[in-house]
């Protein structure tokens, strides 16, 4: 199998490789940013045309954590929508057989009976931090099920709650909350300070799942025959922001107090997935938040001290 993975630098599609690089059967087509701009129509149609990839994983996306959603709300529909219109419609012109496009919990009502069933999708309004990002995943999601049942084609999509590992983007303001913590403790760590700050109230409470049993999930979801249009794709559990932060502190080595700039925004205040779908077809996630939270950490430091931290 000749497979595209759109967006094979960023944390997910990094993960993807990993994944695959050691599957014999699988022939990876890989492009960065400079030979393809996924946001340019004539140049991915112009690169399927040409490469005929028999499937597709789309994990390229502009992402953010919640202030970079907030600040750059233009920016996160145009170039979503635009991946996802110029991915999906191009691998459907050039015969692509199988494509796997990838979401995000925030696709649901900002208010969804909790944990959120994928039947909740477009029964109520949507987080306002994060609209613009689920507007466009919400039109990929439904662009792969209208092309599934106009054309016949098997496209499909996944849902994953939020997402941690290596190769995560640490930058101070934009990062999401678990890479924040991470370089926010470790830096008060280095320079002995007494207090750090976190934002919103630490009441919200969030799902995290390790890149690599994403990645894993993808493998399982492309092997299934008939896959449900979109599945979402969790651990089943949540914790507040404030255990996290505990829990991240505790690893990192970081021992003084925290306090919390509630004129930050807390965001939604809960997304659990409901993760029976998956767990009845078969899949399970193995890496439990501790141990992921450890592995992500020497993650870190080994990015730091080779220069490669994303920010
Ligand atoms: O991960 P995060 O940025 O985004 O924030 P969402 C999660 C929670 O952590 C919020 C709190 O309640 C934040 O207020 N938090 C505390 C912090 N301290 C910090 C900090 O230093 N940095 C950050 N970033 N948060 C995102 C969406 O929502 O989830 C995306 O914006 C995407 O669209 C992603 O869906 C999975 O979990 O609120």
Redesign the pocket.
Request: charged share 10%.
């Given at each position: 199998m000749r497979l595209f993975i759109a967006g094979h630098k960023g944390m997910v599609g990094s993960a993807l490789v990993r994944r695959f690089q050691a599957d014999k059967g699988v022939e990876l087509i890989l492009k960065d940013r400079s030979q393809l701009d996924l946001c340019d129509k004539n140049q991915v149609f112009d690169f399927y045309r040409e490469t005929q990839p028999d499937a597709v994983i789309v994990a390229a996306a502009k992402?953010?954590?919640?202030?970079a959603?907030n600040t750059y709300p233009a920016e996160f529909l145009y170039q979503n929508l635009a991946i996802a219109l110029n991915t999906i419609e191009g691998a459907y012109r050039s015969g692509v057989k199988r494509l796997l496009f990838l979401g995000?919990?925030?696709i649901y009502p900002k208010l969804a009976p909790q944990p959120m069933r994928e039947d909740c999708l477009l029964t109520g309004p949507l987080e306002q931090?994060?609209e613009a990002?689920?507007v466009a995943k919400i039109a990929a999601l439904k662009l792969c099920q209208y092309y599934r049942k106009q054309y016949g084609v098997l496209f499909h999509s996944a849902m994953p709650t939020?997402?941690y590992g290596p190769g995560d983007n640490y930058h101070p303001d934009y990062?999401?909350?678990?890479p924040?913590?991470i370089s926010?403790f470790h830096a008060a760590k280095e320079k002995g300070l007494r207090s750090v700050i976190?934002?919103?109230t630490g009441t919200?409470r969030?799902e995290f799942l390790h890149v690599d049993d994403l990645a894993d999930a993808c493998v399982f979801l492309l092997g299934i025959e008939n896959p449900p249009d979109w599945v979402n794709v969790g651990v089943g559990e949540d914790v507040t922001?404030r255990k996290l932060a505990e829990m991240v502190a505790k690893t990192v080595g970081y021992q003084g107090e925290i306090e919390w700039d509630a004129t930050?925004?807390?965001?939604?205040p809960r997304k659990l997935m409901d993760v029976t779908r998956l767990k009845i077809a078969g899949w399970h996630y193995r890496i439990p938040l501790d141990e992921g939270i450890q592995k992500t950490y020497q993650n870190y430091l080994e990015e730091k001290a080779s220069g490669l931290l994303r920010t």
């Open positions: 992402v953010g954590g919640i202030m959603n995000s919990s925030c931090t994060n990002y689920a939020n997402l990062s999401h909350v678990l924040a913590l926010k976190l934002w919103g919200p969030r922001i930050k925004p807390d965001g939604t």
